[in-house]
């Protein structure tokens, strides 16, 4: 990560919890403790943040008024340094399940990021709300990219209206693409309103569901329902998952696709 993206994740994170030990972001940012020290020192000097004894604040007020709020979960850049080998080949499969020629909808997030780098090598058109991703395929990919009109998150790089009138009703595809923060029971779980309403604009022009989702993810907490499991049509997930969490979803009638994850890339 550069020092650029390290200080906006650093800033991301107190923007969540108000204060953030210095081993806590040795380890969100897979980075040494001086590199961190060093980051802290130049964001306290730019005022940008309190470094206290074992880690850094918000400095009071946390935000001046007239800044626009942000949206609960968690920052992309983060998110792209966690179960990074599994993400990766959870990417190269959902790509495998698309044709060329086909138009794709892709929602915003790390794990459909990834599939950017499979993307770019075949002939499939993206409607993304993931301003990342976008950029990854305007640049090296072959087939046509399209955003949404929206607002500029820069948290989770994508790009949202609270509006209904923008271009997602006049496109159609074949298969939406999304991430998730928990999958489990109580279905595929969100962490914002906004996100739940700009995903389901997104999946009404959608075939099919298809959710990646590591098994970190399998069964974890999050506040909000996005769909019930009777919605999703797949399930991409790494050998993580055990055989009871795996039956949950067969039974609901998803196909459960599980992919082996490279030794090298662990």
Do not use: W
């Not at 914002?192 to 604009?201: G, S, T, Y």
């Not at 993810?217 to 050998?239: H, M, Y």
């Amino acid at each position: 990560m550069l020092e650029q993206q390290r200080h906006r994740a650093i800033l991301d994170l107190l923007e969540e919890r108000r204060f953030v030990r210095l081993q806590e972001l040795v380890e969100a940012m897979n980075a040494s403790p001086a590199t961190i020290r060093r980051d802290i020192n130049k964001l306290a000097a730019e005022g940008r943040l309190v470094r206290i004894h074992g880690g850094a604040q918000l400095p009071e007020p946390a935000a001046a008024p007239g800044v626009a709020q942000q949206l609960q979960g968690s920052a992309f850049l983060l998110n792209l340094e966690r179960q990074v080998a599994q993400k990766r080949a959870i990417a190269r499969r959902a790509v495998e399940l698309c044709r060329d020629g086909e138009t794709i909808l892709v929602n915003g997030g790390s794990s459909t990021f990834m599939m950017g780098e499979f993307l770019c090598a075949r002939d499939i058109n993206v409607l993304t709300n993931s301003f990342a991703l976008a950029g990854l395929l305007m640049e090296s990919g072959k087939g046509r990219v399209t955003l949404p009109g929206g607002e500029l998150y820069r948290k989770q790089n994508i790009v949202l209206s609270a509006f209904e009138e923008d271009l997602i009703p006049r496109y159609h595809g074949s298969r939406m693409f999304m991430g998730t923060p928990a999958v489990g029971a109580l279905g595929v779980m969100e962490s914002d309103p906004l996100l739940i309403q700009a995903e389901r604009k997104l999946l009404r022009q959608a075939e099919q569901l298809v959710v990646l989702a590591d098994s970190s993810k399998i069964g974890a907490r999050a506040e909000l329902q996005f769909c019930p499991l009777e919605e999703v049509d797949v399930l991409i997930t790494d050998s993580g998952i055990d055989a009871a969490e795996r039956r949950l979803f067969e039974d609901a009638g998803i196909e459960v696709i599980v992919v082996a994850v490279e030794p090298a890339l662990a």
